[in-house]
């Protein structure tokens, strides 16, 4: 690993550890339901489609060799960038509780009192 660059199987082992426990306790799908709503609500889904049919027209001729996961490429940080930072922190907080928590109830009361 260089110094200053994050070492990518490190975060990928643990990323694929944490979404295993979440999975494994049933948290996800609440959390996944949870977090589309709140983007939906927010506007999220919309700005982003926006961008996307910016970034295709911007191609041009060229739009019919591009893959989308050339075009996830491109996006997918802007969109991040865009992403309310209540919805950020609330979604924090409940995956926070939810990996401490070993009990549903305790999770599912986290994300219906956490307000954004």
């Given at each position: 690993?260089?110094?200053?660059?994050?070492?990518?199987?490190?975060?990928?082992?643990?990323?694929?550890?944490?979404?295993?426990?979440?999975?494994?306790?049933?948290?996800?799908?609440?959390?996944?339901?949870?977090?589309?709503?709140?983007?939906?609500?927010?506007?999220?889904?919309?700005?982003?489609?926006?961008?996307?049919?910016?970034?295709?027209?911007?191609?041009?001729?060229?739009?019919?060799?591009?893959?989308?996961?050339?075009?996830?490429e491109a996006l997918l940080p802007s969109?991040?960038?865009?992403?309310?930072?209540?919805?950020?922190?609330?979604?924090?907080?409940?995956?926070?509780?939810?990996?401490?928590?070993?009990?549903?109830?305790?999770?599912?009361?986290?994300?219906?009192?956490?307000?954004?």
């Amino acid at each position: 690993m260089q110094p200053g660059n994050p070492d990518v199987h490190s975060k990928e082992a643990v990323r694929s550890a944490l979404l295993a426990r979440l999975e494994a306790s049933g948290y996800a799908p609440r959390a996944s339901a949870d977090l589309a709503e709140r983007l939906r609500e927010a506007g999220w889904f919309d700005h982003v489609r926006g961008h996307i049919e910016k970034y295709m027209d911007g191609l041009g001729d060229q739009v019919s060799s591009v893959s989308p996961d050339s075009i996830t490429e491109a996006l997918l940080p802007s969109a991040l960038e865009v992403i309310p930072q209540h919805i950020k922190a609330r979604t924090v907080t409940f995956l926070e509780q939810a990996l401490m928590c070993t009990d549903a109830s305790a999770a599912d009361h986290t994300l219906d009192h956490t307000h954004g």
